[in-house]
């Protein structure tokens, strides 16, 4: 195991790593940008060394002053945290380079992943579904009813050279295809000088369900069950839940067991996450893999009592898993709130500010990872996650019960937060049911959703 | 640009060589330059070198101009309690979870300012540099190395140089305290400084 890792990151995730480092019996190293001197970890940290001004840019994403701050305070591990430099290849390149190790991906594995069309393609070949399409580019109008055909209606006209939505049209019938095909042409055309299409089968009415995963350095791999992320604004993840509602057994045995199977045969190494859609029937399609810890691991590590960050550590350190699918048991139900410094109200406009009080809810099965505490002062340069609340039950309802008890006993005053519609959600027939799909909050608007929701 | 050309392949008349030698400089400048000036501009790393062959290409970025040397309180931080080397006492120390744990800003002198590192790496002072050495604002004082590249610490004020606050080839965070830098002080004291 590391001596001393440092910790290039801020906020509840550098508690989190910090804290993973402390059980394992490494010294931690927080390098922080001046915004945050005055932060938890810093003042938690065996060590913490300033790295720059509170752009981050010359500061958490800037790999020559993480790495020299590592090689000055004698660490020999960088952790990266989420975000930042977490899927950098270059940087993990780096940081090896200078006699230290990544903990994540190797830099090689990171480049294997690093493009979205590649990886959909590396995983489908090892047995992922991915989202059906046409072969190639269409050629004419016979060629693009013959595939919309052979795919199924709904089907997305999509330019070849895209982007922005542009070109994009989402039809229902041969007809519409028809009437759409020449204006998707010429729009194409005209906004990147390339008019050829491709068609997508289009999935209205989807659920984000993800895979966490573990692979060690000799191809040892675990899946930790499935999340499911479907409740998003924007495509911003708001809360996260495990199990996924409404998904079979035999469909979630089918979906983790393949994500591994597939990662493992093509060569990804430590903690990630496999993202899919899931339709109203079951059938999922790979979309991307997240090479890094996410921000709703706690959700999973509820489910299975396993220590993600710790495991990051391990594997990179070159440990072997040292545990088998059969030594992964799922117990109860976890839901993870995100609290954000935003405004629903107000189109959720994010905030900063001092916290004028804080209170974490507790009992049992609650968890709050959050580096708040009264008096802090919210930099407003980052990302608005004040923390996460995480909340488990032997089931669901108890899950759903001990979360409205946890948000109701949660005091952040002085900034403005969602906890109003984490609330909204908990009330929400859709939600109870666990019927969400990932363009519920969208669809209905956060606004109506929140006052439908204070109706009840 | 590429710092060594295989010689043979510049003296060899042969027409074959000769394309190769214009295949391998048109793909030298057309994708391996950009792709690499887009990862030098992607990692904000100070140098990148790649060996291909016998062809070496070696990017060096620009020194930047010198930043963090703004004006501090002479008692914001002392040397000897710069958080790099420090240990908190855990549970943190109460000051860390104040609102407004900085002293009131009334320890501002008029008559002295501190040159802070714009960087985290490893300080060299400017060896011609002595203390009483009269310097003006901007005047180079040192560097820190931060990972092979010089950043430089330059004087905050028009001055005369104090007490250096650091060690010669000492770590250092960004924003530490560096060297005092006296204003107005005749040239006869010998301006050690607090």
Redesign the interface.
Known sequence: MFKKVLIANRGEIALRVLRACRALGAEAVVAYS?AD??S?P????????????PDA?R?Y?????V???A???GCDAIHPGYGFLSE?E??AE?VVA?GMTFIGPPANVLERFASKAGTRQLLGAHGLPTIPGSEGMLRDDMHALAEAERIGYPVLVKPSAGGGGKGMRMVRTSRELESVLKVCRSEAKAAFGDDSLYLEKWLDENRHVEVQIAVDRYGHGVHLGERDCSVQRRHQKILEEAPTPTLSDAVRADLTERAIRAVVAAGYENVGTLEFLVDRTGNFYFIEINCRIQVEHPVTESLTGVDLVAMQLRIAAGEPLGISQADIRFSGHAIEFRINAEDPAHDFRPGAG?VERYHAPGGPGVRMDSHL?????VPPYYDSLLGKLIVWGPDRETAIARGRVALEELVIDGITTNVDIHQALLASETFLEGRMTTNLLDRVGSAAFLAAAARV | MPDQVPADARRSPDDDERAADHAAIDRLTGELLPALIA?LG?????ELEVREGAWRVRLRRPAGPP??TRERRASDRGGAER??????E????AQ??????EPPATARSDSRSVATSP????YQPRKDLTIGSRVRAGDRLGAVD??G?AQEVVAPIDGVVGTSLVEPGE??????ELIVVEFGVPMSTNGTGS
């Open positions: 001046e001197r005055e938890l810093v003042g938690l940290a065996d060590e913490a060394i300033c790295i720059g001004p840019q500061s994403l800037s790999a020559p002053a790495i020299s701050a090689l000055v305070t950098d270059g940087f780096v200078h001092i505490f009264t008096g802090y002062e | 990862k992607r990692t904000g790393l100070g930043v963090g958080s790099m080397d420090r240990v908190p855990r549970p943190p120390r860390h979870l104040h609102p407004h744990p960087a985290v790496g490893i931060m990972l590249v770590a250092v965070e960004y924003g530490q």
